[in-house]
């Protein structure tokens, strides 16, 4: 397998939240010259097109499905900087329209992690301090949005996929000290929440790490196996069943779809983004030339969007790319 590599441009960017729709790139581009936060949501569709937004603003995901396009992320709120806002973007007519999710009582702040493929139902997290969080689930009602506090054993949690689809159920992260694990939500009077398998042989106390869920149904993150270094795996349709997919390094997998994977390895020390297809095995998707890769969405066609860049990764002056890979 290989790809042909489109180098969409420089960017620069506090998250690696790129997504696919259609071949149009929805991520987040810099905006400096406006004396701001400097990014903001974006789209790209043969140029990069700014999303409407009060500061920065970042994409977490588009909804695969539906009229109009609607994509979910977040965006600082003046006043609220530490914290920031839940948001979904609505195109209609070529006019896009940010909303701001609905806060329970006593929460300070949101982030909107994954919309529903038909773009009504949103899951993220609820921040009540700045080590309290919560997830939540979203449902559009008109032209407002109904909020659910999900249930947790202690004061962190995090909604990151719907893995049916269609808001009944959630998988994300809890803290159940001493440590992290991944869990399902399964919606009820009252949701009830259960931890996720990990591949067999592997005790639900080695398990760590974050889920994603994409429009396939599938599910993907991280194991650290034994205390040892984290593995990239995945979860089949429903998130019911794990499978062990990093070989050797420290790996994680950040999206999947019809059965292949996406993610990073750094047993180099440098983070590479790799493409895990069912049959075909491991193929190296890291452009020439940069220091590391990081993918973000992988499509039904195959198609991967990926950033690249030199020097430190969390430092937003270095120089980037995003890239957007075809299969050839």
């Known amino acids: 397998m290989s790809f042909t590599a489109t180098d969409l441009g420089p960017y620069k960017k506090y998250s690696y939240a790129v997504r696919l729709r259609d071949g149009v790139v929805y991520a987040a581009r810099d905006r400096a010259a406006l004396g701001d ?30 009229t109009p396009i609607r994509i979910c992320g977040g965006f600082v709120v003046p006043g609220l900087e530490t914290f920031g806002r839940a948001a979904v973007w609505d195109d209609v007519a070529g006019t896009w329209t940010p909303t701001t999710l609905t806060l329970p009582a006593g929460a300070l702040g949101s982030w909107a992690s994954k919309i529903s493929p038909n773009g009504e139902v949103v899951t993220g997290e609820l921040h009540f301090g700045e080590f309290d969080n919560a997830a939540a689930v979203w449902t559009r009602n008109g032209g407002s949005w109904d909020v659910m506090v999900l249930p947790r054993p202690d004061v962190r949690a995090f909604g990151n996929g719907l893995p049916d689809g269609d808001g009944s159920s959630v998988i994300g992260n809890v803290l159940d000290r001493p440590r992290w694990y991944p869990v399902k939500w399964t ?13 067999n042989g592997v005790a639900h106390a080695d398990v760590s790490g974050g889920v994603e869920n994409t429009n396939g149904g599938w599910s993907a993150g991280w194991f650290s196996v034994s205390g040892g270094p984290p593995r990239a795996m995945q979860w089949a349709p429903g998130a019911t069943e794990a499978e062990d997919i990093g070989v050797g390094d420290n790996s994680f997998a950040t999206s999947t779809s019809s059965g292949s994977v996406v993610g990073v390895k750094d047993g180099s020390g440098a983070k590479r983004a790799f493409h895990w297809a069912s049959i075909a095995g491991e193929v190296d998707i890291h ?42």
């Open 37 to 66: 936060y400097n990014v903001h949501a974006a789209f790209w569709d043969g140029s990069w097109t700014l999303l409407p937004d009060p500061a920065a603003g970042v994409v977490s995901s588009v909804a695969t499905g539906g």
């Open 187 to 199: 919606s009820g009077s009252p949701w009830t929440s259960a931890p996720l398998p990990p591949p």
């Open 287 to 328: 452009p020439n030339g940069w220091d590391w890769s990081y993918p973000g969405d992988i499509d039904p066609s195959g198609r991967v969007v990926l950033v690249a860049g030199m020097g430190e990764m969390g430092d937003p002056s270095q120089d980037k790319s995003i890239f957007l890979l075809t299969p050839s």
